[in-house]
């Protein structure tokens, strides 16, 4: 019999950003807390390898997004959306008073 509660939520998500510097100016609109910032070059084998990253942790509630920019890609962008590209492939945030923050933003 598998527990059903093997999984009680998500720990985090991720956007590739093209300029992080840009896309951290953008949360304030969204009430998000940055945490975190971090700078790191992947040294483990692999097409990645010796890939610059810069990223930001960024905290809403009990959940966290990270912001991550590839810095000095080894590996060209393909046709395909891959982790490398910017953008994401679904992110959904619970917002109170949407009409107040539309005028916002």
Same mark, same amino acid.
């Given at each position: 019999m598998i527990d %059903? %509660?093997?999984v009680s939520g998500i720990n985090h998500s991720y956007i590739t950003v093209k300029n992080l510097k840009k896309s951290l100016s953008f949360i304030k609109y969204l009430g998000l807390k940055k945490v975190n910032e971090f700078v790191l070059t992947i040294d483990a084998e692999g097409s990645l390898k010796g890939t610059t990253i810069k990223a930001a942790c960024l905290?809403?509630?009990d959940n966290s997004l990270e912001?991550?920019?590839y810095q000095n890609r080894t590996v060209e962008k393909s046709n395909d959306l891959n982790s490398l590209d910017v953008g994401s492939q679904h992110v959904v945030f619970s917002v109170e008073g949407v009409k107040e923050r539309k005028e916002v933003i």
């Open positions: %059903k %509660k093997v905290h809403a509630g912001f991550i920019e």
